[in-house]
T-cell receptor
Framework: AQRVTQPEKLLSVFKGAPVELKCNYS??????LFWYVQYSRQRLQLLLR??SRESIKGFTADLNKGETSFHLKKPFAQEEDSAMYYC?????????????FGKGTHLIIQP | DAGVIQSPRHEVTEMGQEVTLRCKPI?????LFWYRQTMMRGLELLIY????????DSGMPEDRFSAKMPNASFSTLKIQPSEPRDSAVYFC???????????FGEGSRLTVL
């Protein structure tokens, strides 16, 4: 069974401070990991995925298979980063599996 | 493309009433997903379809919930009879092939009194 754990329900940091949203997963195969973001009153949207190795809006995430983690990081938080962040996992194998989401972390950036 | 379209955006109903939520996926996407979002449980996958066929409905809470996808451009999620504990935001999402990225609708906020 696949599982995604986001240990922090709420994370509050000051503007300009570094941000790290934690995500750990459980999956027996080779997973595909994603971070989705939901800004206030907007739909969920993809922020980044591990296979693309991109930096989006200053955020990066590295897949650590040894620690089964996919933490989301940003060196300097901005007020517009305030949102709900969901880590998600898709099982490999090409099957039409739905994404398994963590319960989300509400990030608040204080001015 | 307008993206995934869901209706209604908001629904308030009384316990025992039937609720039908609707979804139009992005044209050309062949996988469709229904998720439920609550404060306590976060995002839960209810059911997903591939090429209009239900693949996994193990997330559907109970027999009161049913979902259909009569064609590639339309799906419904029905709750009958509804109960207060069904109050949540229901999201529909679609995906093209197995690329992994889901595109979400804006959600339907259901309140059952």
């Amino acid at each position: 069974a696949q599982r995604v754990t986001q240990p922090e329900k709420l994370l509050s940091v000051f503007k300009g401070a570094p941000v790290e949203l934690k995500c750990n997963y459980s999956y027996s195969g080779s997973p595909e990991l994603f971070w989705y973001v939901q800004y206030s009153r907007q739909r969920l949207q993809l922020l980044l995925r591990h296979i693309s190795r991109e930096s989006i809006k200053g955020f990066t995430a590295d897949l650590n298979k040894g620690e089964t983690s996919f933490h989301l990081k940003k060196p300097f938080a901005q007020e517009e980063d305030s949102a709900m962040y969901y880590c998600a996992l898709s099982g490999a194998g090409g099957g039409a599996d739905g994404l398994t989401f963590g319960k989300g972390t509400h990030l608040i950036i204080q001015p | 493309d307008a993206g995934v379209i869901q209706s209604p955006r908001h629904e308030v109903t009384e316990m025992g009433q039937e609720v039908t939520l609707r979804c139009k996926p992005i044209s050309g996407h062949n996988s469709l997903f229904w998720y439920r979002q609550t404060m306590m449980r976060g995002l839960e996958l209810l059911i997903y379809f591939n090429n209009n066929v239900p693949i996994d409905d193990s997330g559907m809470p109970e027999d009161r919930f049913s979902a259909k996808m009569p064609n590639a451009s339309f799906s419904t999620l029905k709750i009958q009879p509804s109960e207060p504990r069904d109050s949540a935001v229901y999201f529909c999402a679609s995906r093209k092939d197995h690329t992994g990225e889901l595109f979400f609708g804006e959600g339907s906020r259901l309140t059952v009194l």
